[in-house]
């Protein structure tokens, strides 16, 4: 499924605003289906949302209105812009990729940390 990068991490006060990124290297990013993962300290993984090729969106976690996914297929890049950061956002986030059906093993990326401090 290719190579995940992702960026845009970082420390940010709470109500803030970031953009995360993850450019996928050697597919098509239209051709993926594509997820943003977050892992908070001391916490299990956990799925935020879902691209999948034909650009349908999904979202897994509550307060899912604050988190936006999406994808630029001109940079093959793909983006999870989170609104009003609050403390508990603070996590690890990773970008994974899947096959076009979103079935398979995924590919994953190294991923970035966030910090929200209050």
């Known amino acids: 499924q290719g190579q995940l990068a992702e960026s845009g991490g970082g420390s940010v006060q709470a109500g803030g605003s970031l953009t995360l990124s993850c450019l996928v290297s050697?597919?098509?990013?239209?051709?993926?289906?594509m997820y943003w993962f977050r892992q908070p300290p001391g916490m299990e993984r956990e799925r935020v949302a879902l691209l999948n090729s034909i650009g349908d969106k999904s979202y897994f976690i509550d307060d899912k209105d604050r988190f936006t996914i999406s994808r630029d297929n001109t940079k093959n890049t793909l983006y999870l812009r989170i609104h009003n950061l609050k403390p508990e956002d603070t996590a690890t986030y990773y970008c994974?990729?899947?096959?076009?059906?979103?079935?398979?093993?995924?590919?994953w990326g190294r991923g970035t940390e966030v910090t929200v401090s209050s």
């Open positions: 994974a990729a899947r096959g076009m059906h979103c079935t398979g093993d995924y590919d």
């Open positions: 050697r597919f098509r990013i239209d051709d993926l289906c």
